[in-house]
């Protein structure tokens, strides 16, 4: 009785992450018009989700925290990271996006549905001192780098330089471009 119980409370410490996360991978290759390895992890429990873009000194990692409504971008070629609140309105939600990972539909082979949406980011040239505020994932994540806010912006591709900007793609269903100062007219 004492083994089928202990058996039971392993089965449930081991079991209870794998259930909590949902991975996937894909690599790019000059077909699909993607370079490096970008993969998701999806973690149900914390309400969080991970991307990882994995490609040389172009490489990035960013966290959506849907507990605090704030996504970071650590951006490893610039040293930095970058904090900005979440459009729900764009942003797939964490459930839309756990169930693509299942579905394996991140896995495709890029165009060919809808265009992916857009999000266009001023960063702002002060660094947040308070990485609290942000909640613990992205505290964590950005802990000993230079980390600033970014602000939303409407139609910024007219009023931005685009070699001031890093562009995040993720998969095939958003694009994140993160400016650092403006063209004037």
Same mark, same amino acid.
């Given at each position: 009785?004492?083994?089928?119980?202990?058996?039971?409370? $392993? $089965? #449930?410490?081991? $079991?209870?992450p794998a259930l909590a996360f949902t991975d996937i991978s894909i690599g790019g290759n000059s077909n699909?018009? +993607?370079?490096?390895?970008?993969?998701?992890?999806?973690?149900?429990? *914390?309400?969080?989700?991970?991307?990882?873009?994995?490609? %040389?000194?172009?490489?990035?990692?960013?966290?959506?925290?849907?507990? +605090?409504?704030?996504?970071?971008? @650590?951006?490893?070629?610039?040293?930095?990271?970058?904090? *900005? @609140?979440?459009?729900?309105?764009?942003? /797939?939600?964490?459930?839309?996006l756990d169930a693509l990972v299942k579905e394996k539909k991140l896995q495709g082979n890029g165009p060919? #549905? /809808?265009?992916?949406?857009?999000?266009? &980011?001023? =960063?702002?040239?002060?660094?947040?001192?308070?990485?609290?505020?942000? #909640?613990? /994932? =992205?505290?964590?994540?950005? @802990?000993?780098?230079?980390? &600033?806010?970014?602000?939303?912006?409407? %139609?910024?591709?007219?009023?931005?330089s685009s070699e001031k900007c890093f562009n995040a793609n993720i998969f095939w269903i958003l694009n994140?471009?993160?400016?650092?100062?403006?063209?004037?007219?």
């Amino acid at each position: 009785m004492k083994l089928t119980i202990v058996f039971a409370g $392993l $089965l #449930g410490v081991f $079991l209870t992450p794998a259930l909590a996360f949902t991975d996937i991978s894909i690599g790019g290759n000059s077909n699909s018009g +993607t370079s490096g390895q970008q993969s998701v992890s999806v973690n149900n429990e *914390h309400n969080v989700a991970n991307v990882d873009n994995n490609n %040389g000194w172009d490489s990035w990692n960013t966290l959506w925290d849907y507990n +605090t409504n704030f996504a970071a971008t @650590r951006l490893f070629g610039k040293k930095k990271c970058v904090v *900005h @609140r979440m459009n729900k309105d764009v942003m /797939p939600s964490l459930q839309t996006l756990d169930a693509l990972v299942k579905e394996k539909k991140l896995q495709g082979n890029g165009p060919g #549905g /809808p265009p992916p949406k857009g999000l266009m &980011y001023s =960063i702002n040239s002060e660094e947040v001192k308070d990485l609290s505020k942000l #909640g613990k /994932p =992205i505290a964590s994540m950005c @802990r000993g780098i230079p980390t &600033y806010m970014a602000e939303e912006t409407e %139609g910024a591709s007219l009023f931005f330089s685009s070699e001031k900007c890093f562009n995040a793609n993720i998969f095939w269903i958003l694009n994140i471009s993160f400016c650092e100062g403006t063209v004037e007219n």
